[in-house]
């Protein structure tokens, strides 16, 4: 990537006809004027107006403050878990503070075309009642951090969330990274996105803020942690000195290194000026494994360092435990009890020893991120401006910094020196835990890909490789891994739809299609995947990995589907071994 090439991105970028952002904001501020901010069991339990204040008061005593995520197959079995919660808390002596409402990915489009689109785990609010019982049963505190703002609905689902009485609202990483499912408009994500977090900066006097998980959008897709913080600085220059909304920042789940989970911590305050409220302090995901005996020594672990660190350095960040079954599947609500118990069970051990621990190699880690970020800041508005972006114009930033991509963002502005044998071509000061882990992975499997009799049978072969959603980094190391044995590589990355995978196998000749998935979708993708191939009479040979599970509508937790995806053709197993075997057993 050189200067002439970001000069292209921009361009392309600027062509699309925006419309006037003042008009935007003008809406926004009508729409606002309309919201009276709905009650919580929470707020009347608490006798407060909203979550931010009592993040404040939770601030000033010295309270540790709990998170949950809770997600079921439909909204009546999500509450009903809620209530659970909260009653088993009440009986062990514990709180439970908080909730983030896993919902379905299909939230985040319009209503009217959800149900053309394959559920996924979590419910779906589709009702003026649906949305009315939010936060009135139980007296925690539903978060909706997952497609809310960022995508087509967002403003809808603004406005809903605001009436019944959810004050932190997100999730800006999202909109940089993500897609609403089988949606292609862009320009109406980022209208949409824009005016959304300006009515949330017009009732930002009310308590409201703004949620964004650093690590749920490019912050997971970025190599260098310098350049996390950068864009840490970047969102909140977008969201707090252009549309006066209060960004409340969230990170943790894709960092495992206790070091740097508190270094953030202190980072973060450093980058809100002392004024930060965060979220919640999401938990490591990405050490988790299938053995849940295993699972509940690393949740004590980062625990013990998460609750610590808001001992040192309160922010308001919820800490969450993670229940065990974190890289299997969604938990139950009696799995969801057991994690909140260890917890309040590990803040005592920390309270105990927070005094007798040195941070200080956490301030020397906050203190790099501050340095670089501002300088990953500065570079990117300098060379945004150069370019021809208007960096006043929070709609435009919006849109252009979409098209960019993490890849040519992390190239063109880290804060690292550039250097054409380094990967984007530029020295990553501090990896980021999430990298590492894939370089590892990557290191660990190669062996298995080195073999003469692996290459000689996918030699000049051609593999399309993709994922369902998000989670990027299983197709990434796939993607390294297949380009040593001489085979040809269609990338498509994160977020793909059945129609899209369709049209590029019609383009040329694709000897195995190779799917990553993890959002409780499995079958239902798998089935329209195998439909549309149908109707194009392809018979590409299909590998799924991941996750392979299914969201039931009626069911608690995603169920597994591996025979049910044997039974329609595809080639399941959630190991990347058998699935070398699978390539090898299938006639290419």
């Known amino acids: ?38 009650r ?11 979550e931010a204040e009592f993040k404040i008061r939770s601030i000033k005593e010295g309270r540790i403050m709990y998170h949950a995520h809770i997600g079921m197959g439909n909204w009546q079995l999500t509450e009903e878990a809620l209530a659970f919660v909260h009653q088993e808390a009440t009986n062990n002596g514990i709180t439970v503070d908080r909730a983030g409402l896993c919902l379905d ?29 939010i936060g009135k049963r139980t007296p925690i505190q539903p978060h909706m951090g997952d497609f809310m703002i960022g995508f087509p609905a967002s403003t809808t689902n603004t406005i809903n969330a605001l009436k019944a009485g959810v004050t932190t609202i997100g999730n800006l990483s999202q909109f940089f990274a993500h897609e609403a499912p089988g949606w292609h408009d862009q320009v109406t994500t980022a209208i949409e996105t824009t005016k959304s977090i300006a009515i949330l900066g017009a009732l930002k006097n009310k308590g409201v803020m703004f949620h964004s998980y650093l690590e749920d959008g490019y912050g997971a897709l970025f190599f260098d942690c310098t350049t996390v913080a950068g864009w840490a600085y970047l969102e909140k220059y977008i969201v707090e000195d252009l549309l006066n909304a209060k960004l409340s920042h969230c990170i943790g789940g894709l960092t495992s290194d206790p070091i740097k989970r508190s270094g953030w911590v202190f980072a973060l305050d450093e980058i809100h000026e002392q004024e930060c409220i965060g979220s919640m302090f999401y938990g490591d995901t990405i050490s988790y494994t299938r053995n849940f005996d295993v699972n509940r020594g690393l949740v004590s672990e980062y625990l013990l360092w998460d609750i610590m660190t808001q001992l040192k350095c309160p922010t308001g960040h919820a ?8 890289a299997v599947r969604a938990p139950s609500k009696e799995e969801i009890v057991e ?7 590990i803040e005592e051990t920390a309270r105990r020893l927070v005094d007798h621990v040195d941070f200080s190699s956490s301030h020397i880690f906050a203190r790099k991120m501050v340095k670089h970020g501002k300088q990953v800041f500065k570079n990117a508005l300098h060379g945004l401006k150069e370019a021809g972006v208007d960096i006043k114009n929070p709609l435009q930033l919006l849109y252009v910094l979409k098209q960019m991509g993490p890849a040519v963002f992390e190239e063109m502005f880290g804060a690292g020196a550039l250097d054409k044998t380094e990967v984007r071509n530029r020295e990553i000061l501090i990896p980021t835990d999430i990298f590492e882990q894939s370089k590892a992975c990557y290191k660990d499997n190669l062996p298995m890909f080195s073999t003469k009799e692996i290459k000689n049978s996918v030699k000049d072969k051609c593999f399309l490789i993709a994922s369902t959603d998000v989670h990027e980094h299983a197709v990434m190391v796939l993607k390294w891994l297949l380009s040593n044995t001489g085979a040809e590589i269609i990338y498509m990355g994160a977020e793909c739809n059945p129609e899209e995978i369709v049209e ?85």
């Open 1 to 38: 990537m050189n200067e002439q090439r970001l000069d292209a991105v921009i361009k392309k970028a600027l062509e699309t006809q925006l419309p006037e952002v003042e008009t935007l904001l003008n809406e926004a501020n009508e729409i606002a004027k309309g919201i009276t901010i709905g």
């Open 40 to 50: 919580t069991a929470f707020f009347d339990y608490w006798d407060v107006s909203s």
């Open 105 to 133: 990915r299909r939230m985040g489009l319009p209503q009217n075309i959800r149900a053309n689109i394959p559920a996924e785990t979590g419910p779906l609010l589709e009702t003026f009642n649906d949305w009315n019982r």
């Open 319 to 326: 800490v969450l435990p993670l229940p065990v079954t974190e």
């Open 339 to 345: 994690a909140q118990i260890l917890g309040h069970r």
């Open 504 to 588: 590029q196998v019609k383009k040329k000749k694709i000897d195995a299609i190779l799917i990553s998935t993890h959002n409780g979708m499995a079958l239902d993708y798998a089935n329209m995947l195998k439909e549309k191939m149908a109707a194009q009479n392809l018979d590409t040979p299909v590998l799924f990995g991941g996750v392979l599970n299914q969201k039931i509508p009626n069911k608690e937790i995603p169920v597994d589907v591996t025979k049910e995806l044997i039974k329609i053709g595809f080639y399941p197993s959630n190991r990347l071994g058998h699935q070398v075997q699978n390539l090898m057993k299938i006639k290419l």
